[in-house]
């Protein structure tokens, strides 16, 4: 009770300066589906009630793309964006965002600083993290009768557990998961990536399947094509099959081993038409109370400490939601998580070579 | 007699002459104000952004602007050239300057366009560009001894000029080796050439698959009585007027493996249950959807034209000894070939950039070269490379064109 009463007298104090600049509108550009809906229920609403503020929330397949386009263009009509931590960082080097120093974000409600409560690489030069969320492996259990699919070696195995396979269009969340499979450490993951046997490894392995792959693009195919019956076992972030599982009561379970681990941000590119509303607005939804009531429409991890003791129930009231946190320890014991830096220097090369063996 | 026209006046007394040269400037700058619009509209939304994207592709002046002192060394000494303390210094020099400027990722991306793995060489660099101190040679390859890597210096010196045909090389699969000779890349990368050739033999499967379906459909079309005709051409314009979305999604459902026709098979005993055909996520689903997309592109031109062919041409080749197949192959299809070779060309044009069919239903192998153009502008964000490969599909396309008008001829096309 105690924190969320400091939480309002926080909260009261931003709406104050956030008034003070009569600012009415902000333009935020997210992911779409079940995602861009948490945030309009955990951040969005409350925001306006508090603030007056409008809140205009934008779909779009990769945040990072309209954001490029529009600076590129010097036409800038959203206010926050919700890249990936790796677009984030790149955006950032080429001077296409604004600033974002820890002091400015709110503190624990406890006092403790906010560079103190946001987990590891959540809080960079121009960007600050919202949510942690998983790739994770999904399958339908009415497909297999005898016996289920535990690891990442599973996902691999046509002869145990028939069926075609989802995966996702680009080396990013492909090549280590044939690596976890053939037996390579999480910890490792990078280091073998960046050798040319490393990568001929994970193509190797890749060509097992390769017949047998159903390629997806947009985050909300491989539900469907698990509820289609297309694919008996597919990755998919643990955010859209957490709401099929749950909401939809679908017959789906899930691998949590050999999961990547992916950050995504706030960000708020150079001249964006509503620049202090969208401060407020940053600020405002990744406190402590709001990160964790995101977790409550869906099952992505908070992106502050402090906010894991205050993740509840689901929306549906009764799900506990701990379990079906990427962060939870349990689900964390093979994890592989995603490093900007590697991806900066290497998607272009992993891509071509990608692109080049889809096609051959 | 007097001079006739010289002395030839309007009712109000002007020279004939002058007040018809008035009345038609008068009547060319009312044609001209009516086209101004269209034309304004062209030029703006059309050939500006265009010749802008197009222009991306040979000037990309990232690096240049970032690294001005090295693009001087380089200026002064010519390829080949090992690089000296000088060439350290303007490396550190520019390094301060991308840390001033934050623009050492972007001048990173560039390079690593090239050789990868080279970005964050460039954005760690930058970040401890103030420590550096002479000599440069020594604290720059202490900071990362891929510094003195000969391929990096290649690729810094061909992106110091803005003009570079590097993306085009890109887009052919090429790069330059350490001497600044152009090679082919690796086997593993090669990508770009095998897509154009795919893309250009699918679109010329499709273009004759939608010939041999669109020339009965038409004919029927034209020779049938109009009420019945009318209904036809209804179910041909009705998918036409449908969202390409929508047919496309509509093809999912019937085609996937859990999908109606599959079903349908299994349930009348043709296939086993484990037998169920792949026909999409895969080339097949991407010819299936685009012919049928494409189809009534094809049947709109034929049919106009297979209506003004009169009955009697053929009645008469008939009654004076023809076959059928003769009369069919003499006399009724040379008069179609002006339908054919339009609806050929508009075909295999739009199936050429076609992009969210194959994006859809194409899987792995049913991918074009315009999904690899959509790759780079949405996705790796590098859009000189984008620009370059749609520079080359669009150059591919005029040169078709033309070879087409040489050996059908455009003015015998026929539209409608």
Redesign the interface.
Known sequence: MNNLKKTMILTTALVATGFAVSAQEVNVVSWGGAYSASQVEAYNKPFTEMTGIKVNMIDA??P??PL?AQVEAGNVTGDVFDPEVSDA??L????ALVAIYPDDLPSRPNGTPAIDDFVDGALRDCAVANIVWGTVIAYDTTKFPNGLPTTAADFFDLEKFPG?RGLP??PKRTLYLALIADGVPAAEIYEKL?SAEGVEQAFAKLDTI?ND???W?AGAQPPQLLA???VSMTTVYNGRIFDAMVSEGKPFDVIWDGQYMDLDMFAIPKGSPNPEAAMEYLKFATDTQRLADQAKYISYGPARKSSAALVGLYKDGKTEMGPHMPTAPNNMTNAVLDDP?FW??????L???F?????? | MTDATASLTTADGKPLKAALAASQARAKRKALMLVAPLFLFVVITFVIPIGQMLFQSIYNPTFSDAAPALDEWFGANPQGTVPDEAAFAALAADLKLMRE??????A??RI??DV?????LF?AAARRADDLAPPYREAILALNEDWGDPMIWRAMRSASSAFTPDFYLAALDMTRDEAGKIVQVEE????YK??FG?TLMLSGLITVLCMLLAFPIAHLLATLPLAKSNILMILVLLPFWTSLLVRSTAWIVLL???GVINSALVALGIIDDQGRIAMI?NQAGTIIAMTHILLPFMVLPLYSVMRTIPPSYVRAARSLGASSWTAFRRVYLPQTLPGIAAGALLVFILAVGYYITP?LVG???G?LISN?IA?H??????WSLAAALAGLLLGGILLLYWLYDRLVGIDKMKLG
């Open positions: 397949d990769n990072a793309s490029k960082m790149r950032c080097d080429e001077a075609k269009k680009n960046g390769k792959v159903v390629w693009e289609d019956g297309e830096e900066a220097d290497h998607d272009v090369e891509s071509e070579q692109n080049a063996w889809l096609a051959g | 400027e934050r623009t050492a990722g972007a990173g991306t690593n366009y990868a793995g080279t970005r964050s954005t593993r990368q090669r990508v095998k897509l795919r996937q493996q859990q996520y994006a899987g792995a192998d991918q690899l790759f502008m949405q996705k790796s964000l590098n």
